[in-house]
């Protein structure tokens, strides 16, 4: 039902005109927290630990096959449909959480609509599990979740940080930034939730919080070096590498010597960026007691003709997801298929989030012009030009990426009883 055309390979797209000004602001974060964990990695599961439930020592060997899921793994969670479902959701509102940035606020910073808020992602073959706060918090004891990537991914880590807040008291979870990092920690359970910016995952000179420019890209496609020390020892890693090589075509980048910049094809690109990620993670990370995913890309909705004839709009003011079948041209499949080849080929195990697809429905669901930028609420004239103005890359919280997040935690969560079960 819902396969995208796959007749002719889409054409890298310069998919966000006017959002870069979004982007340019999502790496800025301040020194608070030193930080750093090498050379120690844990086991997910460690061998002794106490039952959440009953405070008994149970103890259990690692080991992530997904036997025993309460998803069966023959079913494929990424196809189903959006119901509405406004008794359960939202699962927090944005009153409610106070680690969202300003940009992803759409309620509070005026969004007239709030039905977005309201759907439920509903897999064909079987049920997503309701979301456990304070199981996932219990996964996480003594660990760290990392979300590495760029600002989607960013949301995707608020996303979660909001998920799990409410059932932490105050004084017992707290957020500390330094370069690059944002960590959400939750004392009772020396659990942390972080995110490390890193837009191409490889070095790029748009690493830094404030030198960087999405007109200006250079990348390094060889180099991991200066990121990868930042993410040693944490016990699940999800990943997210897309829109800022979706600006043009070709970019600019380095393979090898420094001095020697050439341009790229964004395809070539991104496959040799992910091979030399793929690299790292084959010698450095170890399948047993660390847990990899990526995600797909996040799709755009940046021209309303793709889903409404004769449209000369955007996604703004659209309140209702499409009724599938339905594949947009933000979503490249080449990028996607380089991604599975790499995750393919790889020893360790890395679970594939493939979340465009049901993203791609969610024309609703992005900030639109109830949003920031450089910084600033946007003024009235700002939304009245919507064309101009609205961000269609984005997305509000609560919404889609709280999708993303459950299916993650229906993964770590099959880890977790099937470790149990085995006991
Ligand atoms: C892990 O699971 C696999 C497949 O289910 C099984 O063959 C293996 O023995 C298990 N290893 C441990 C340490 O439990
Ligand atoms: C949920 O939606 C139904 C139908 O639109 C409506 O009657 C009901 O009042 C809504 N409930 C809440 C809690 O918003
Ligand atoms: C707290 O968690 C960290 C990992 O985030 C771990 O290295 C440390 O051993 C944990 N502390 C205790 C007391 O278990
Ligand atoms: C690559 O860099 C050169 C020199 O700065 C510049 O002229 C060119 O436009 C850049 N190419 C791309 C694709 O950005
Ligand atoms: C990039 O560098 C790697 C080794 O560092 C080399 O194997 C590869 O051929 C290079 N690719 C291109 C397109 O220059
Ligand atoms: C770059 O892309 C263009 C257009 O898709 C293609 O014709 C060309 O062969 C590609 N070059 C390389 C080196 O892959
Ligand atoms: C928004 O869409 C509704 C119909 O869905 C339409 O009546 C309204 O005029 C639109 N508002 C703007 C500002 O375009
Ligand atoms: C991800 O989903 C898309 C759209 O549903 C599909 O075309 C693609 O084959 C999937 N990729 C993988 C690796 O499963």
């Keep these: 039902m819902t396969t995208p055309p796959s007749s002719s390979h889409r054409q890298i797209l310069s998919i966000f005109p006017f959002a870069l000004a979004f982007l340019l602001l999502i790496g800025a974060t301040r020194l608070v927290l030193e930080n750093s964990k090498q050379g120690h990695s844990l086991r997910l599961f460690p061998p002794e630990i106490v ?11 690692a080991n992530f096959s997904s036997v025993g899921s309460v998803v069966p793994e023959e079913c494929n969670v990424f196809d189903g449909k959006w119901v509405f479902e406004n008794a359960s959701y939202p699962l927090y509102t944005d009153e409610s959480c ?3 940035s300003p940009q992803v606020t759409c309620q509070k910073n005026g969004r007239p609509d709030s039905l977005y808020q309201n759907w439920m992602w509903k897999p064909n073959d079987c049920e997503l599990p309701r979301f456990d706060p304070l199981k996932l918090l219990e996964i996480l004891r003594n660990k760290r979740l990392m979300f590495i990537g760029d600002s989607i991914q960013r949301s995707q880590h608020q996303s979660m940080v909001c998920l799990v807040q409410s059932v932490i008291p105050d004084g017992k979870k707290s957020v500390h930034r330094k370069p690059s990092m944002k960590i959400f920690r939750a004392e009772e359970f020396n659990a942390s939730i972080e995110f490390y910016w890193a837009p191409f995952l490889v070095e790029s000179i748009s690493d830094h919080a ?18 990868h020390r930042h993410w040693e020892g944490a016990d699940v890693l999800v990943f997210e590498s897309y829109v800022w090589w979706m600006y043009k075509p070709i970019i600019n980048a380095t393979n090898g010597s420094d001095s020697d910049i050439q341009e790229y094809n964004v395809t070539t690109a991104y496959r040799l960026a992910l091979r030399t ?7 450095r990370i170890d399948g047993h007691k660390q847990r990899i995913f990526f995600m797909s890309s996040s799709p755009t909705h940046l021209w309303n003709w793709e889903w409404k004839a004769g449209g000369l709009g955007n996604c703004f003011n659209e309140s209702y997801p499409i009724q599938g079948p339905y594949w947009g041209t933000g979503s490249n499949l080449e990028i996607m298929g380089i991604l599975h080849d790499v995750l393919q080929e790889l020893k360790v195990e890395v679970t ?12 609703d669901g992005h900030t639109s012009v109830y949003t920031e930028r450089r910084g600033k609420l946007l003024t009235s004239e700002e939304r009245s030009d919507p064309n101009t103005y609205a961000d269609c890359i984005h997305w509000c919280l609560p919404g889609v990426p709280d999708t993303w997040n459950q299916i993650l935690y229906s993964h770590l969560l099959a880890d977790y009883d099937f470790l149990q079960m085995s006991i």
């Design 98 to 100: 106070p680690y969202l």
């Design 210 to 227: 404030k030198k960087h420019s999405v007109q200006e890209r250079l990348v390094k496609l060889d180099s991991i070096t200066k990121h």
């Design 51 to 61: 039952s959440f439930e009953t405070g008994e020592q149970r103890s259990w060997a």
């Design 352 to 363: 594939f989030l493939n979340i465009t697809q049901l993203s791609e429905f969610r024309k």
């Design 277 to 283: 990620w793929a690299n790292w993670i084959e010698s």
